[in-house]
C-alpha cells in the first residue's frame, strides 16, 4: 500500500483540471457506487476508475491501488457471506441470495475507495485546499484541517514502519499469521501515537508562528478557473449519479 | 565478525543508496562509519542488522547470512540504536521497557530482574518513571541502556548523540565505551568527528554508497581528500597539528599536541 495516496507528478488533462471538480467527479463516482444495486454498473464504475487512472499516467498505482482492494474486498465478501442467511442455500453455509449481496457489498467498497485514492494522487494538496477556500468558500481552517490529514498518511505510514522496524530490531519476531501480525501490533501504537502527537503539536506551533491565523481567502495567488475537460467531467459526474440511482 | 562483500542495495523509486560496497570489521573493534547526510549510512547498519536485505552481494553477521536469517534471530546477537529512540520505547514505565527486550529474549524471571535492576543502578533511572515523560537525552539514554540491558555481541549505534549535550553525549558514550571493552563489537555512525576521534579507532568514510576510506581514524582525519568528498571537516586539534606542520602531525590530542609544543620549546 506504501505510496498509493501520494501526489504523483505529471501533465495529463487530469492533472491539469479544476481540483474541485476532480473532488466532485471522485465523490460522485462514490455516489453512484453506493445509489446502484446493478453487479454490472458496479463493474463499470470500476472500468471507469482503471481509465480515469490511465488517462491520469498512473495506470500501474491504479492496479496495485486495485490489488489492495481487493484484499480488504475479500474479506468483506466472505464476511457477509457468513452472516447471510435468506435465499437457498448453494453448498455449506453459502446461500445464492448471499453470495450476491456479498459480491456487491465488495465490488461497491472497491469502487467507492478508488476514486477517492486516484483523486488523492492526481491532485496536490495544497491546489485542492486552495480551491476549496477560494472558489468553494470554505473557511481555511477547515480546507487545511482536510489537507492536513491528507499529509499525515504517508508520514504514519513511514513512521509505523520504522517503529516496526525498531522492534524487529530488538526481537520482535513479525513473521507469522496475520492474528499474530495484529497481537504483536497493537503495543506498538503507543510508540506510534506519541510520535505522531509530538509532530502534530509540532506542525500546529509552527503553522501559529508563520501567521496561519492571518491568513485569509485573498490569500492564495493561484486561480482555478474551470477548463476545457471540466464541463464534460461536470456532465459525466451529473450522468453518473442518476444511472447510478437507476439501476 | 561483520563481512560485507560486493553488496548492492536500492531503495523503490530511488537511485543505489549503497553499491558494491565491501568490508569487514573484526571481534572487539570500535568503528565509525562517517560520510554525508544521505552517504547510505543508516542503510548499511540496516542492512547489518538485517532489516534490509541486500539486493546483491553477501552481508555476514557473526556468521549468520543475514538473507537466511530471520531478523528476530539476528537480534539476539545485534543491538540497534536508532536515530529516532522514540521508535523503540513502548512501554508505560522505565523499568518495563528495560525488561522488555530482555524478555524478547527468552531469558527467565529472576535473571531478567537482576540485569534490569543492575541496569537501573548503572544508568541512574528511576524505574517507575514513564518513559515519554523523560527528556531527549534521557530517552536516547534508556533507548541505549535497554539494548545494552542485552548484552549483545555487536552493536549498532545510529547517530548516538546527535542532540545532546556535552554531559550526556559523554554518560552515551562511556556506555558504550565499557560494552566495547567487555568485548562487543561496535560500528557507530556519528556527525561528531572530536566524537569519533576520542572513542573510535577505526573509520570507514561512505560516499554516495561506495566506501572511498577505510583506516586508522586519526589517519583518516588527515587525508583532506577523503574528508573534502564525503563532506567532513576533521576535528580542530588535528587541523591544527596539520597547520603546525612538521614535528607536530603526529598529535591527535590535546595533551600530544601539548608535549610536542613543549618538547620543542624546550629545544629552541
Ligand atoms: N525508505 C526510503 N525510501 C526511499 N529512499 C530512501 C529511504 N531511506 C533512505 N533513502 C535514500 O537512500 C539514500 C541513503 O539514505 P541513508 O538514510 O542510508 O543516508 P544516511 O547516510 O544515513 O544519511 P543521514 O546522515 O542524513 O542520516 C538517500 O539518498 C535517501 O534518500
Ligand atoms: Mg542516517
Known sequence: ?247 | MIRLERVCYRYEGSGAAVEDLSFEINRGEFAALLGENGAGKSTVAKLIDGLVKPASGTVTVAGLDTRKTKTSELAKRVGFLFQNPDRQICKNTVREELAFGLELRGLDRAAIDERVERTLRDFGFDGERGPFTLSRGERQRLALASIIAAEPEIMILDEPTTGLDYRECMRVMEAVKGLNENGATVLMICHDMEVVLDFARRALVLSKGRLIADGAARRIFRSACAMEKASLSPPQITQLSLRLGAGFEEADTVGELAEAIVKRRRAV
Open chain 1, 1 to 247: 500500500m506504501k505510496g498509493l495516496l501520494e501526489y504523483t507528478e505529471g501533465n495529463t488533462f487530469i492533472h491539469r483540471m479544476n481540483p474541485l471538480v476532480k473532488l466532485l467527479l471522485a465523490l460522485c463516482v462514490c455516489a453512484a457506487a453506493f445509489a446502484s444495486d446493478s453487479l454490472a454498473f458496479l463493474a463499470a464504475l470500476l472500468a471507469i476508475d482503471l481509465a480515469l487512472g490511465a488517462a491520469g499516467g498512473v495506470f500501474g498505482k491504479a492496479l496495485r491501488l486495485l490489488a489492495g482492494l481487493l484484499k480488504a474486498g475479500l474479506l468483506l465478501f466472505v464476511l457477509q457471506l457468513l452472516f447471510f442467511r435468506e435465499g437457498r442455500p448453494l453448498f455449506l453455509f453459502v446461500t445464492d441470495e448471499g453470495a450476491l449481496t456479498a459480491a456487491k457489498l465488495a465490488l461497491r467498497f472497491i469502487a467507492a475507495c478508488m476514486p477517492l485514492a486516484l483523486m488523492l494522487g492526481l491532485t496536490r494538496t495544497g491546489d485542492l485546499t486552495n480551491a476549496l477556500v477560494k472558489t468553494a468558500h470554505v473557511p481555511y481552517k477547515y480546507a487545511f484541517t482536510l489537507s492536513a490529514a491528507i499529509r499525515f498518511i504517508p508520514l504514519f505510514m513511514s513512521e509505523m514502519e520504522g517503529v516496526m522496524e525498531a522492534q524487529a530490531s530488538r526481537g520482535v519476531d513479525f513473521d507469522g499469521g496475520p492474528l499474530k501480525k495484529i497481537r504483536l501490533a497493537l503495543p506498538l501504537c503507543v510508540p506510534l501515537l506519541m510520535i505522531s502527537v509530538r509532530k502534530i503539536d509540532g506542525s500546529a506551533v509552527a503553522a501559529e508562528a508563520r501567521g496561519f491565523n492571518l491568513r485569509g481567502r485573498a490569500s492564495g495567488y493561484k486561480d482555478y478557473p474551470l477548463g476545457t475537460a471540466d464541463l464534460p467531467a461536470a456532465a459525466l459526474c451529473a450522468a453518473l449519479v442518476a444511472l447510478g440511482i437507476i439501476t
